[in-house]
């Protein structure tokens, strides 16, 4: 399969698409990105690389580190995570409230904010140091150091924090988060300032497409099962109230963030990145499931 070649087409298809969506701009930092950039990555489990446009530019992940973050916890507490938070797609947007009360704060899942933050949450249990922690599984997982936090668009997102710090706080009434609420979305924001590349994403998500092994290392991250399980939540809750639509177009598991990047994967086989800033009102990124729908269309693979 000529993987370059597939996405050079796409890229170019793509790109003359209409101009829709704009920036997330409720961060404030993520407001000044130029919108129209556009990458695309392809990481393979024998270790290819391909990209096309600003592949090698390094954006915001945001909640695509839901997914890393996750991964660490699984690993450690493995099932014993599930009487925290559910694993049920929630059909509500990202930060919503509105199924905490009546479930006894619990969230739905681990992939909008208020199950984010309960995985969060039990990772600063597991860690002294949750954030050199959780920086060091990304560069391991990516294999290389260059990844950082963005400390502008952590402070940003802190400072307007509000929704989050209200999800924290209604979670905490039920006892479902175990640390102090400001610390909590300390950590959590600097997890979403995350910087990375698409090659850098795609990269670090191929332990999840190679049934919990490293391909860098060979290291196992996640037992066989338990990355089959991520993948499984990323496929039915990893695009909040739009999973079952990418579901159908793309044919994936996946995870999108604000920022505008979107990872996706085949188990067996590759992961595959994109990046473009412009988002949809589920706030996933409009030319993002454009691309990966037109990929799995194109090469007549997904994981049906
Ligand atoms: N940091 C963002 C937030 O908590 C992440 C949301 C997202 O990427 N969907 O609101």
Known sequence: MDYQQVINNIYHEVKSLPVVGEVADYIPALANVDPDQFGIAIATIDGQTFGIGDYQCKFSIQSISKAFTLSMVIRHIGSQLWEYVG??????????LVQLERENGIPRNPFINAGALVVTDKLMNLYTHPKEAIL???????????IYYDKTV????????NRNQALGYFMKSFNNIDNDVDALLDVYCHQCSISMTCEELAKSFLFLANHGINPHSQKEILSVSRSKRLNAL????????????????????????????I???????????????????????YLGIETLERFTTDIGISIF
Not at 87 to 96: A, D
Not at 154 to 161: F, G, R, V
Request: a negative charge.
């Open 234 to 261: 990323m496929l039915t809750c990893g695009f909040y109230d739009e999973s079952g639509e990418f579901a159908f177009r793309v044919g994936m598991p996946g995870k999108s963030g604000v920022g505008g990047g």
């Open 154 to 161: 952590a402070q940003s997102e802190l400072k307007c924090a």
């Open 87 to 96: 694993k049920e797609p929630s059909g509500t947007p990202f930060n919503s």
């Open 263 to 285: 990872i996706a994967l085949i188990p067996g086989q590759l992961a595959i990145a994109v990046w473009s800033p412009r988002l949809n009102k589920y706030g996933n990124s």
């Open 136 to 146: 060091e599984f990304v560069r391991e997982m990516a294999g290389t150091d260059d």
